[in-house]
């Protein structure tokens, strides 16, 4: 009997703590449940800050490093640099020391948050890698290595890559339907659904002015897709 009451016992517990697990996940933990996505949720809720060394600069300071960098990149890229060039280069460094600007630290402090936004950019979210989601876009063919196997990139506006810079690529999801489908010129709207996997690819696209180059922070590999009314 107090094996019984014992057993009963446990079971009540784990029930219990069943219960209050069931209340603390989202609706959308549910095994085998399909999320479905807004673009916002492909991004980070935090991201790096790095300070903008340029933020509280002058503009003339920041047109003279501007000049100063030119030349330098130039001739690093083995351009010619003529002796004027170099004097010249050498003056503005020198009128910004005179201002109390270093220019290298300033320039390696410029390399920190580049670098800083590109990371922001390409960071995704990973609890949603191995989630069943369904996401609203636009699709864009992508240049495939199997033709036989066409792909494409979701994006989350019409236009997106033409005439502006792209969207950074947490905002780009790499496309692989596991069936043919017939879509119609640039920017289909379509509804894609299946496993979200974060993974950074890059691929050719044609847009109206041109080919480019997309790089995605996600990717959905035998994806169900269907065409949807814009």
């Not at 790095?50 to 490093?65: H, I, K, R, S």
């Not at 019409?158 to 810079?165: E, M, R, T, V």
Request: glycine share 6%.
């Amino acid at each position: 009997m107090k094996f019984f009451a014992s057993r009963c016992a446990a079971a009540v517990v784990q029930s219990g703590l069943a219960a209050l697990l069931a209340l603390a996940l989202p609706a959308h933990a549910a095994e085998g449940a399909v999320q479905a996505l807004a673009w916002d949720d492909l991004r980070p809720a935090s991201v790096e800050e790095v300070a903008d060394p340029f933020a509280q600069m002058p503009d003339e300071q920041v047109e003279m490093l501007r000049v100063f960098v030119r030349s330098r990149v130039l001739e690093a890229r083995g351009f010619p640099m003529t002796d004027d060039a170099r004097r010249t280069r050498e003056d503005l460094a020198g009128k910004l020391a005179a201002q109390g600007v270093d220019v290298d630290a300033v320039l390696a402090k410029r390399d920190a948050v580049i670098a800083a936004r590109r990371r922001a950019a390409e960071a995704g979210v990973p609890a949603l890698d191995g989630r069943k989601v369904e996401l609203a876009g636009y699709l864009l063919p992508v240049a495939a290595l199997d033709p036989r196997r066409p792909e494409y990139v979701l994006v989350p506006a019409p236009g997106a890559c033409s005439h502006a810079l792209p969207p950074p690529p947490n905002q780009i999801v790499r496309v692989r339907p596991s069936k043919p489908i017939a879509i119609a010129g640039f920017y289909a709207p379509a509804t894609v659904a299946g496993t979200m996997r974060q993974r950074l690819e890059s691929g050719s696209v044609n847009v109206l002015d041109g080919e480019r180059v997309l790089a995605s922070a996600y990717a959905i590999d035998d994806a169900d897709v269907v065409p949807r009314d814009r």
